[in-house]
């Protein structure tokens, strides 16, 4: 159960970037940004739980431990660059999708580099909090113009609130991007200075 909740994370991708391509490229209804929504959070709810139920039916696995990060990576990933490509991502905020990316990048490789050396780099605390935000922001941004015009006909006094939060937070979450992919890198090169010394 736990590793087809994973797989259904990795399923939700092609939805949620055909929804939000759909109606951004080919000009669809706003209403299927929402659907991108709902979509990616129910993707988002699959990754707490397979890791919930992983522990308490003890059925956590080597294929669950690496696949987990993997389907993050390439559901956060994926949505990036779709909100950039219909331009609810544009200029400084570019700049935190790139940390974004190439910190997943960079962990990735390190990740890879240190199992060979039958090293485990295990997750933080913090770094789950940094996932948990992207996500959070992620979802603020696929709602963008929906959200957008749906608390505008509440109030008109209010401006673009919902795309603007997603702005902020995802600028926020580069800033813990940095600090994690920062750690994560001194701890990936003190086993490499050891290795390097042997």
Not at 126 to 149: H, N, P, R, S, Y
């Amino acid at each position: 159960m736990p590793n087809i909740l994973t797989y259904t994370r990795i399923a939700a991708i092609p939805v949620v970037v055909g929804c939000i391509y759909a109606q951004s490229v080919w000009q669809y209804p706003l209403w299927l940004r929402w659907v991108a929504v709902a979509v990616f959070i129910a993707a988002g709810i699959t990754d707490y739980l397979d890791g919930h139920f992983a522990r308490i039916w003890n059925q956590q696995s080597a294929f669950g431990r690496m696949l987990d990060p993997i389907a993050d990576k390439l559901l956060v990933a994926s949505c990036l660059l779709m909100l950039a490509a219909d331009s609810t991502i544009q200029n400084w905020s570019l700049w935190a999708a790139i940390v974004i990316l190439c910190r997943e990048i960079l962990v990735s490789g390190l990740r890879e580099y240190l199992a060979a050396l039958r090293v485990s780099v295990p997750v933080t605390k913090v770094a789950k909090w940094k996932t948990t935000m992207q996500l959070v922001a992620i979802g603020f941004l696929l709602a963008g113009e929906a959200g957008d015009t749906a608390v505008a006909q509440i109030s008109t006094a209010v401006g673009p609130i919902v795309s603007g939060i997603g702005i902020w937070l995802l600028g926020l979450s580069a800033v813990f991007t940095i600090y994690t992919g920062y750690d994560y890198f001194r701890a990936g090169i003190h086993h490499l200075i050891e290795e390097d010394s042997r």
